[in-house]
């Protein structure tokens, strides 16, 4: 009797996990901390001991088979500058996207919006405060950022994702701008609720 009741329950868990592998909507939380690669373990070890480094917001996703759009937005004050929101919006390819375990990679635009004094401001790339209508000049000049992700999707999503900018932007597409800057890569571990 026991080996039936556990026999029904793996097939339930697994039945689930199958079904739940291929959300279209999922909407979690992330976090983000500055990441380098090096040689050295010590240097690696130190990039997530700093807490100082880590940066805390949302992530949203749509899923259409092998599409996705992914837009992860981080928030944190920075003086000055009031309230941030950092955010990038990606477009990526989905690899085994009915497996409850999958690989994804694409291409991003990074933008960031401020609320200071009660207004909402759109930041430049150079960082500074812009009014909304400016909003088509600077999304010409928001860097491109490069990105992968490995998703486990188990009623409950996890996913890890990896960014790297680039210089290159829609008004300067020159191929040397689109040169990883890995100095500049950041770690995303987010935690997403499936909801479709």
Same mark, same amino acid.
Request: avoid cysteine; charge should be negative; charged fraction near 15%.
């Given at each position: ?41 010590? =240097?690696? +070890? %130190? ?5 100082? @480094?880590?940066? $805390?917001?949302?992530?949203?996703? &749509? #899923?259409?088979? !092998? ?63 812009? =009014?909304? +209508? %400016? ?5 010409? @000049?928001?860097? $491109?950022?490069?990105?992968?992700? &490995? #998703?486990?999707? !188990? ?42």
């Amino acid at each position: 009797m026991k080996k039936r009741i556990m026999a029904l329950v793996l097939v339930a868990l697994l039945s689930a996990g199958v079904l739940a592998a291929n959300p279209l909507l999922q909407l979690g939380v992330a976090a983000q901390v500055p990441f380098q690669f090096s040689s050295d373990m010590d =240097d690696i +070890g %130190d990039q997530f001991t700093d807490f100082s @480094n880590y940066r $805390f917001g949302a992530d949203v996703r &749509l #899923n259409l088979s !092998f599409f996705q759009l992914d837009v992860q937005a981080m928030m944190g004050g920075s003086g000055d500058k009031g309230f941030i929101f950092d955010g990038i919006a990606s477009a990526n390819i989905v690899f085994f996207p009915s497996s409850a375990v999958n690989f994804s990679a694409g291409l991003g635009m990074s933008l960031g919006a401020s609320i200071k004094d009660g207004g909402f401001y759109l930041l430049s790339d150079d960082g500074q405060l812009r =009014d909304l +209508g %400016d909003i088509g000049a600077i999304a010409k @000049n928001s860097p $491109f950022v490069y990105r992968i992700g &490995l #998703n486990f999707n !188990f009623g409950i999503g996890l996913g890890l994702s990896y960014f790297v900018p680039t210089k290159a932007s829609i008004e300067s597409p020159d191929f040397k701008n689109w040169a990883p800057q890995f100095d500049e890569g950041r770690l995303s571990l987010s935690v997403m609720m499936n909801l479709f």
